[in-house]
C-alpha cells in the first residue's frame, strides 16, 4: 500500500496548495462573495468557525475603536521615537507593538480571565476586589490614566452600546460594572478600561453564540487570543503615526533634559 510521509508540520487553518486558498476550508472568492469582511476572516483564520455577522460586526468595532488613541501613548510613542530615529516601517511597527503588555494593551485576556474566573467561582463584586487588594495585584482590565467617572471612555460607552443591543448575554459585563462601582468609590480613574471592557464583553459574545462551547472560552482565554485584537487594531494607528513622522521628516528625537530628574548617587 502507500506509504504517508510522516509530516514535520501540521496546519489546522489554512491550505495554499490549491488554485486558490481556503481559509478554514473555505475557498478565498467564497469569504468575498460571502461578504465576511475582516470579522469574518478572524472567525475563520483565529476559530475555524463561520460566525454569525453580529459577532463579526463586534470583531470589526473593536479593530476600529482600538486603532489609535493620539501619540502620547506607550506603542505610537515608541513607533514615533523609532521612526524619528530613522527607523523603517516594519521596524518602528515592532518597537510599538512591544509596549503592548499588561498595562498597555495587552490587559484584555488577563481581564477576561480574572473576571470570569472570580463571576464562575461565586465571588461576590466586593470579594474580588478585596481578595485583589490582599493578593496586591492590580486588577486588569480596570484603570486608566486619563479617563474616569468625570472623563469617561466613550470608547467604553460605544462598545457597551453593541453589546446591549446584539448580544444574548451580557452578564460578565453586568458583573464587571458592579466591579467598577466599587474601584471608581476608591479612585474616579478606577474605570473599567477599554482592554477590561473588550475582554469581558468577548465572553459574553462567546456566551451568545451558539458556535462556540465553554471548551472553547477557556482555550481562548488559555491561549491569549485576545490581545491578539489590540495588537492588531492599534497596528493601523502606530503605521498611521511611523507615515506620519516620514512625511514631516522629522528629526532625531531626544528628549528635553529638563524633563528628566537627574538623581544619582553620590559616590567616589
Ligand atoms: N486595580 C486596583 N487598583 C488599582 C488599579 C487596578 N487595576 N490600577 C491602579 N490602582 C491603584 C493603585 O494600586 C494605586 O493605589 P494607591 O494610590 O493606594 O497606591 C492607585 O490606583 C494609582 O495607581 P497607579 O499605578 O499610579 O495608576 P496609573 O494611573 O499609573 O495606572 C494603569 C494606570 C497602568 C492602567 C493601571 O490602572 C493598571 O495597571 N491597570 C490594570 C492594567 C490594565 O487594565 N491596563 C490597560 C489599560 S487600557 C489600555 O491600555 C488600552
Ligand atoms: C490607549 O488606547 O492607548 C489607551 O487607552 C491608553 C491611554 O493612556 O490612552
Given amino acids: 500500500g502507500i506509504v504517508r510521509k510522516s509530516t514535520n508540520l501540521i496546519c489546522t487553518i489554512s491550505d495554499d496548495r490549491g488554485e486558490e486558498v481556503l481559509y478554514a476550508g473555505k475557498p478565498l472568492s467564497r469569504v468575498l462573495e460571502d461578504g465576511m469582511g475582516i470579522g469574518g476572516v478572524i472567525g475563520l483564520l483565529w476559530f475555524k468557525k463561520?460566525?454569525?455577522?453580529?459577532?463579526?460586526?463586534?470583531?470589526?468595532?473593536?479593530?476600529?475603536?482600538?486603532?489609535?488613541?493620539?501619540?502620547?501613548?506607550?506603542?505610537?510613542?515608541?513607533?514615533?521615537?523609532?521612526?524619528?530615529?530613522?527607523?523603517?516601517?516594519?521596524?518602528s511597527l515592532a518597537s510599538g507593538l512591544l509596549t503592548i503588555g499588561p498595562r498597555?494593551?495587552?490587559?484584555?485576556?488577563?481581564?477576561?480571565?480574572?473576571?470570569?474566573r472570580a463571576r464562575d467561582s461565586g465571588l461576590s463584586p466586593e470579594e474580588f476586589v478585596r481578595g485583589?487588594?490582599?493578593?496586591?495585584?492590580?486588577?486588569?482590565?480596570?484603570?486608566?490614566?486619563?479617563?474616569?467617572?468625570k472623563n469617561p471612555d466613550k470608547r467604553v460607552e460605544l462598545l457597551i452600546g453593541y453589546a446591549r443591543e446584539n448580544f444574548a448575554r451580557t452578564d460578565l459585563l453586568d458583573y464587571a460594572l458592579s466591579v467598577q462601582e466599587i474601584t471608581t468609590a476608591k479612585k474616579g480613574n478606577l474605570i473599567l478600561n477599554?482592554?477590561?471592557?473588550?475582554?469581558?464583553?468577548?465572553?459574553?459574545?462567546?456566551?451568545?453564540c451558539e458556535v462556540f462551547d465553554e471548551r472553547e472560552i477557556d482555550e481562548v482565554i488559555r491561549y491569549g487570543y485576545l490581545n491578539g485584537l489590540?495588537?492588531?487594531?492599534?497596528?493601523?494607528?502606530?503605521?498611521?503615526?511611523?507615515?506620519?513622522?516620514?512625511?514631516?521628516?522629522?528629526?532625531?528625537?531626544?528628549?528635553?533634559?529638563?524633563?528628566?530628574?537627574?538623581?544619582?548617587?553620590?559616590?567616589?
Wanted: proline share 5%; charged share 20%.
Fill in 194 to 208: 477599554v482592554d477590561g471592557c473588550i475582554g469581558i464583553l468577548f465572553i459574553d459574545l462567546m456566551g451568545s
Fill in 50 to 91: 463561520e460566525i454569525p455577522p453580529w459577532a463579526a460586526e463586534f470583531i470589526e468595532l473593536v479593530l476600529q475603536i482600538v486603532a489609535d488613541h493620539g501619540p502620547a501613548v506607550s506603542a505610537a510613542h515608541n513607533a514615533i521615537v523609532a521612526s524619528c530615529a530613522g527607523k523603517d516601517l516594519i521596524t
Fill in 230 to 268: 489590540f495588537a492588531l487594531g492599534r497596528s493601523i494607528g502606530i503605521i498611521g503615526h511611523i507615515l506620519d513622522q516620514k512625511r514631516l521628516d522629522s528629526r532625531l528625537y531626544r528628549h528635553p533634559q529638563d524633563d528628566i530628574a537627574y538623581m544619582l548617587p553620590k559616590l567616589g
Fill in 104 to 116: 498597555f494593551g495587552g490587559a484584555i485576556d488577563d481581564a477576561a480571565r480574572e473576571f470570569k
Fill in 132 to 149: 485583589m487588594k490582599a493578593k496586591g495585584v492590580n486588577i486588569p482590565g480596570i484603570g486608566h490614566r486619563i479617563k474616569s467617572v
